[in-house]
Each structure stands twice: as structure tokens, then as C-alpha cells.
């Protein structure tokens, strides 16, 4: 598996642990930076990690900001992004589960390292449960089809 990770700098304080949880479960890390704390804009990190997993370069993104929501919602606007922003446990399962999320998107002003590992441990090992959950994945797609013109 081969995973991309982004950040700005109110994210970076997640990005060591989290390498080190996909370096010991041998995931191959493409790191698109940030690698300092000096102010950054989140938008151009996020796409690099989205346009990764939309053309298949890698298999999945993990995303990280000061809350995860700017860098979410910058990710999302790639074609086939499904970018999800996770704070517990539950929802970083459930965005695997239900929504197929291929891009976990995290603060580092929100939770901890210690959680954020905790979180893509959950978000890695959760399966896509598929059945009704395929119809709204599905009707997510035909909302992209609509509008990526």
C-alpha cells in the first residue's frame, strides 16, 4: 500500500507519529510537506495529496491541518476525492465504513498525536461495508459528474 500525506503547519505537530505508524505497518509514504512550522497555505497541499489518489498514483491520502476542515474541503475539490474529517475514533472508522472516505483528514489543534495514530489505525483496518452505503457513494459520484465539467 502506498499512502500520500499533506499538511500545513498547523498540522505538522500529527505528521512524525503518523509516519511512524505507516513506516512500522511497511505502508510506503509519499510526503508532499509541509516540513516546518512556518506559516503555509493548506489549499496547495491538499491538492497534491488529492490529485495523487484520484490518478492512482497512491491508495489513499492522509490530510492534516490546524482542525482538518480547510484542508478537507480544498481536498474535496478534486474529481473522486472523498475526503473525510475525523476527531474520534467513530468517525474515522464510519468514514471508511459508510462514506469510502479515500483521504483522512485530521487537526493537529484538535486531537493528539496519540489519537491521530489511533485514528488511521481504525480508518486503515475499517472495510468499505458497501450495500446501501454504495447508492450514496454512488449519488456522490453522479454529483461530481454533474458539476466537474
Do not use: Q
Not at 499538511?7 to 511512524?20: M, S, T, Y
Not at 512550522?37 to 491541518?65: H, M, N, Q, R, W
Amino acid at each position: 500500500m502506498k499512502i500520500a500525506l499533506g499538511c500545513d503547519h498547523g498540522g505538522i505537530v500529527l505528521k512524525p507519529a503518523i509516519k511512524e505508524l505507516l513506516e512500522n505497518r511497511n505502508i510506503e509514504i509519499v510526503d508532499f510537506g509541509c516540513y516546518t512550522t512556518d506559516s503555509v497555505d493548506y489549499p496547495d497541499f491538499a491538492l497534491k495529496v488529492a490529485e495523487a489518489v484520484s490518478t492512482g498514483s497512491v491508495d489513499k491520502g492522509i490530510i492534516l491541518c490546524g482542525t482538518g476542515i480547510g484542508i478537507s474541503i480544498a481536498a474535496n475539490k478534486v474529481k473522486g476525492i472523498r475526503a473525510a474529517v475525523a476527531h474520534d475514533l467513530f468517525t474515522a472508522e464510519m468514514c471508511k465504513k459508510h462514506n469510502n472516505a479515500n483521504i483522512i483528514s485530521m487537526g493537529g489543534r484538535v486531537v493528539t498525536p496519540e489519537l491521530a495514530t489511533e485514528m488511521v489505525k481504525v480508518w486503515l483496518d475499517s472495510e468499505f461495508e458497501g450495500g446501501r452505503h454504495t447508492t450514496r457513494v454512488d449519488k456522490i459520484t453522479k454529483i461530481e459528474e454533474k458539476y466537474f465539467k
